[in-house]
């Protein structure tokens, strides 16, 4: 009788012990989920299916708070609650009898209060999903100015994630590998994603079509991601991976899926094929209610499919890359109309800029000069930052928008041309990310290369368009086009307060050749053409002189046939 009992309790021991004993190894992660204030998701997946713990604390030798699920499984969650705000933490993961790891890697800052004005840091990368060299230049890249300035607080995934069908093990292989991938870079740095194409195609594949009900829908990126869906964040409660919305500090971030495409109409979320600006869906319905709802001070929106792409007509191509397409009918109006500051996208295996743009929403032939609110370079080091008011005729108005698909996979070199677009980068070997920092009234923005060159900048700021002591009677002031096509220009200017405007025509010594303007004016945003070939003035070199109030710009523009 001693022999069996000894054998059983052995037995017992084999069975409910097994975890302690024989899981050691964990093989995803850990990785950071739904980054909060006072919360946040930590997973991470092991060889053999254990109970789950996480120790932490803000003393990295005493992680002396733990949180723990007795659910024996491989692919553990663990979220933590009651965190302080702006805080650091270091934590370690493992099983309730034994820590795997917990090193100095392992550790993150909770957001600011909802609301509070402290800087955020963000890192987009879009179409990074490869698993290659450029992947890893991208990272690297990223990982150099992070250690010169400081690091980000939260990554977007723009889509793309991983190629070419977002299986369980291209994501292992191309997303949470150490080598090429973000293996070390996902213990500290919580990410917040948005689908493609590519990793639908694990899920719905939107070529066949997708003929499935999305409420219903599967697969290997909804099992990686843990985004807030139930408002616990901020915003309006989806109930659905597929999109999301979240609060980080001032900033209101909008998760949108831009695959959720079918011929069935019920499952047609995106409205591919329906031209209706009426179209809605339960996605658009929802992001009706949660733009409408938010009071942050700052919007962002992301997505995959870029909605303008000006390298070799890429949105105009309705026949294929009707997405593009529908993205620019069915959600820009919606976030536009909200006040949307800045839409990050992909798809497009380049980096694109707009300038400060509002109301296109049709192919590119429906472009008009006033749908340009600010057609400078954004630049603030030049003088030329983008100006959002919050009041006044303008108010909310302009959104930038940016395409960053190159993060592992570029296009060859072909020119970018498209009305609303600043600049752009694409060639063989043309990488890279955007690191984009958020810090009260101001927004900067920057494009990084895989070699860690800053290539492009913007900067927009939130200010009121009254009780500025100095401010400019005018908010910004471009030309278009420039050369002065057929002798006929515009300059488009907003005007902040009542002013008397004179505009002129000079030549390059500064004698005045022709008055095209001189009256008062009320604020608004204004477009006067100048046909230069009318007024008798020949090809060539000249100066247009704005002048409001007494405050002066001066802008060249060459006048051509």
Not at 114 to 133: K, M, Q, T, Y
């Amino acid at each position: 009788m001693k022999r069996m009992f000894l054998a059983s309790i052995i037995l017992l021991l084999a069975l409910g012990g097994a975890t302690a004993l024989y899981a050691q190894t964990i093989v995803r992660g850990p990785y950071l989920q739904s980054p909060g204030a006072t919360s946040i998701i930590i997973r991470w997946r092991t060889d053999v299916a254990t109970d789950s713990r996480v120790s932490y604390g803000t003393n990295i030798s005493s992680k002396t708070q733990t949180a723990d699920d007795f659910i024996v499984t491989t692919e553990h969650r663990i979220k933590l609650t009651g965190l302080a705000p702006r805080t650091k933490y270091y934590y370690s993961v493992g099983s309730i009898s034994l820590a795997l790891r917990g090193d100095s890697l392992l550790h993150f800052t909770t957001a600011p209060e909802p609301g509070s004005s402290a800087p955020v840091r963000l890192w987009a990368i879009g179409d990074f999903g490869h698993g290659n060299e450029a992947e890893r230049l991208v990272r690297d890249s990223y990982l150099a100015l992070a250690a010169a300035e400081r690091p980000a607080d939260l990554q977007l995934w723009l889509g793309d994630n991983a190629y070419q069908d977002g299986t369980d093990a291209e994501y292992q292989a191309k997303v949470f590998d150490s080598i090429y991938s973000f293996h070390h870079v996902f213990m500290n740095l919580p990410f917040a994603p948005s689908p493609g194409n590519h990793d639908w195609a694990s899920i719905c594949n939107w070529m066949d079509p997708c003929n499935t009900d999305p409420y219903l829908q599967t697969g290997p990126y909804l099992d990686i991601i843990d985004p807030p869906t139930e408002g616990e964040l901020g915003g309006v409660p989806s109930h659905l991976k597929l999109f999301y919305s979240f609060d980080y500090g001032n900033i209101h971030f909008i998760s949108l899926n831009s695959e959720l495409g079918s011929l069935t109409p019920a499952y047609n979320w995106v409205g591919v094929f329906d031209n209706d600006t009426a179209f809605t869906s339960p996605m658009i319905s929802w992001l009706k209610n949660d733009i409408a709802s938010t009071d942050r001070k700052w919007i962002i929106a992301f997505w995959h499919q870029c909605p303008y792409s000006g390298q070799d007509n890429f949105t105009e191509q309705s026949s294929f890359q009707f997405f593009t397409f529908t993205t620019r009918r069915h959600f820009n109006p919606i976030l536009e109309r909200f006040g949307v500051d800045l839409v990050l996208t992909g798809h497009d295996h380049n980096y694109q800029r707009s300038y400060l743009i509002n109301g296109l929403y049709d192919f590119k032939a429906a472009f008009t000069p006033d749908m340009i609110i600010n057609g400078t370079s954004g630049n603030d080091l030049a003088g030329e930052a983008y100006i959002k008011y919050t009041d006044g005729p303008l108010a909310d108005k302009g959104t930038v928008y940016v395409v960053e698909g190159n993060s592992s996979g570029s296009n060859g070199y072909s020119p970018i041309e498209h009305p609303v677009i600043y600049w752009g980068q694409a060639c063989d070997t043309c990488y890279g990310s955007l690191v984009v920092d958020i810090e009260g009234d101001r927004l900067d923005a920057r494009y990084l290369t895989a070699y860690g060159e800053v290539l492009d900048r913007f900067t927009i700021l939130k200010q009121s368009s009254t009780g500025i002591a100095g401010a400019q009677p005018f908010g910004y002031a471009d030309i278009y086009p420039n050369p002065a096509a057929g002798g006929q220009t515009s300059i488009r200017f907003s005007l902040m307060k009542k002013s008397n405007v004179r505009i002129d025509v000079l030549d390059l010594s500064g004698k005045s050749l022709r008055i095209f303007v001189n009256e008062i004016r009320e604020p608004g945003n204004y477009r006067d053409v100048l046909n230069l070939k009318g007024a008798g003035i020949s090809n060539g070199a000249y100066l247009i002189r704005l002048d409001c109030a007494g405050v002066v710009k001066v802008m060249k523009v060459m006048m051509g046939e």
